[in-house]
């Protein structure tokens, strides 16, 4: 299954399981992404990795976040699911303000995570 296209928890009963147990997360996350700025302590020694952690795991919840749009959006809750791509495009904003290479690089990748939702086959109405 491609994680960038819509399903259904009918379809998929063990991924809808995985991202109601993760709601809490996702909830987390959303709010999160209300804040504008972020910034994140600079590691000069790369030996301790946390950069690197911070990276993996946002990475980990934009996939999560993802997978939930996508639920929503294919079982009809649009608007849930624009909430869930924005939070993505978010996360993929705090990675840019950062000032290393690595984590703006990674923002590049989080903003191609989302289904892009201008492209609304699934729903019946485009987004003009």
Known sequence: ??????????????????????????????????????????????SRSMSMQRITMMRKWAFLLARAANNDAGEGRIDEAIIKWRCITRMASHLHQQP?????????????????????????????
């Open 100 to 128: 290393t290479a690595i984590e703006m690089i990674t923002g590049n990748g989080l903003g191609e995570i989302r289904y892009h939702p201008t492209d609304c086959r699934f729903c019946g109405r485009g987004f003009e």
């Open 1 to 46: 299954m491609d994680f960038r296209q819509p399903w259904s928890g009918k379809d998929y009963p063990e991924l809808a399981a995985w991202v109601k147990e993760n709601q809490w997360l996702i909830d987390e996350l959303l709010s999160i992404s209300e804040f504008e700025n972020c910034r994140f302590p600079v590691y000069i020694d790369l």
